[in-house]
């Protein structure tokens, strides 16, 4: 008998999967099995329909008041490469959005110096000049700065943020929640609790999140798994998570030790596995931007059911060492998705749909 086969059971009777079951999956090197598994749990899902969205990501600066190991995009004030840009800059680089974009994804270091009046600002002036777009920013890391530089509470900052514009939250600063390996990797970053904290006041607002796992650097298996469980806890809880995006580490200009980066099996195999403990997750994001155009495409055949979108333009990738483009076009996505059997659904930030290629 495989050893697999128990876990291909439950599956296949829409049974959760436990603890020592994700592990043993991450350890399994059967990967079409995996495959196989991941499909038909985002199949009962989303039938074969693949979602993305026209967007644009706006980082306005990379000024960080922390110092994360992993990141090559954080700059301390009057470094080399470090940059601000006004909120005439950020408006005017989404007034230059094509036509057919409708969600501006914007996260940040954390600025040094800037007020939380800025950041409302910043907020209602987005809104009042481009007004059909859809605002998803500042991850719980940010959201939590806020708090403090305003003393205000998690919840009256987000009240503050969503009567300014604010619709909904990304899922990044997740990294590892692991607490001694979040230590090394990013120690003045806030913990794996607060971060799900933060999270839980959002959805009990009713503001939507996405979430994250940077993997591929200096965790186990066993953190990946207990990561994951982490938010499936609170998903039961809230229900408040739209989609999980497992984040692949790339090494280039960090202070992680790594001259590689992940393996496509690694890759193929953690969103399959998501998909598999996620059983509360509506859906499954495969961020091409940092998988590749290659790896995101085969990867539908792995449980994915969302390929985030055209992007434009980001640099925390890119600074890592990034080697997609960066941007998309709404057609070469669609042709992505098509030629990969499945059907590609165009959604705004909520996932309601927009259009549909059959
Ligand atoms: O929080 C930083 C990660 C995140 C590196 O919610 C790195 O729809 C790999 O969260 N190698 C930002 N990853 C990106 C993010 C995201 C992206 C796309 C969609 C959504 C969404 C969220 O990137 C950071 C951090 O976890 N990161 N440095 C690096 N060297």
Redo the contacts with the bound molecule.
């Keep these: 008998m495989n050893s697999l086969d128990p876990i291909k059971k439950k599956v296949f009777s829409n049974q959760r999967l436990n603890r020592d079951e994700g592990i043993a999956l991450f350890r399994s090197h059967d990967l079409l099995s995996l495959g196989r598994m991941a499909s038909h749990a985002a199949q009962k899902r989303n039938d074969d329909r693949v979602y993305f969205v026209q967007n644009m990501?706006i980082n306005p600066t990379n000024l960080c008041v922390n110092r994360?190991k992993?990141?090559?995009?954080s700059r301390s004030k009057g470094e080399t490469g470090s940059y601000e840009m006004s909120i005439d800059d950020i408006v005017n680089k989404a007034r230059s959005a094509e036509k057919g974009v409708r969600e501006l994804?914007i996260?940040s270091g954390l600025h040094p110096d800037l007020p939380f009046s800025w950041y409302l600002d910043m907020l209602g002036t987005l809104k009042r000049e481009v007004p059909h777009l859809h605002i998803?920013a500042f991850?719980a890391?940010e959201i939590d700065y806020f708090a403090k530089l305003s003393g205000r509470t998690v919840k009256d900052t987000l009240l503050a943020l969503r009567e300014a514009g604010l619709g909904s939250?990304?899922?990044?600063?997740?990294?590892i929640f692991n607490p001694g390996v979040r230590n090394t990797l990013c120690a003045e970053k806030i913990s794996g609790d607060r971060w799900l904290d933060i999270m839980e006041t959002a959805h009990g607002l009713g503001i939507k999140?996405?979430?994250?796992?940077?993997y591929?650097?200096i965790e186990t298996v066993e953190d990946r798994v207990d990561h994951l469980l982490k938010l499936r806890e609170l998903q039961d809880r809230t229900g408040g998570f739209q989609?999980f995006?497992p984040?692949?580490?790339?090494?280039?200009?960090?202070e992680?030790a790594k001259s590689a980066y992940t393996t496509g099996f690694d890759d193929l195999k953690t969103l399959a596995v998501s998909r598999l403990l996620l059983d509360n997750f509506d859906h499954i994001?495969a961020?091409w931007?940092?998988l590749g155009e290659k790896i995101t495409q085969v990867s539908l055949s792995f449980g994915v059911d969302d390929i985030?979108g055209t992007?434009v333009e980001?640099r925390?990738?890119k600074?890592?060492?990034?080697t997609t483009d960066g941007s998309m076009t709404r057609d070469d996505l669609v042709d992505l998705i098509k030629q990969a059997g499945k059907t590609p659904v165009e959604r705004d930030t909520v996932y309601n749909t927009v259009r549909v290629w059959g």
């Design positions: 990501h994360c992993f990141c090559a995009f994804h996260v998803k991850t890391v939250l990304p899922g990044g600063g997740a990294e999140s996405n979430a994250t796992m940077l591929g650097h989609a995006i984040l692949s580490f790339h090494a280039q200009n960090t992680i994001k961020y931007v940092m985030d992007v980001e925390i990738t600074m890592a060492g990034g």
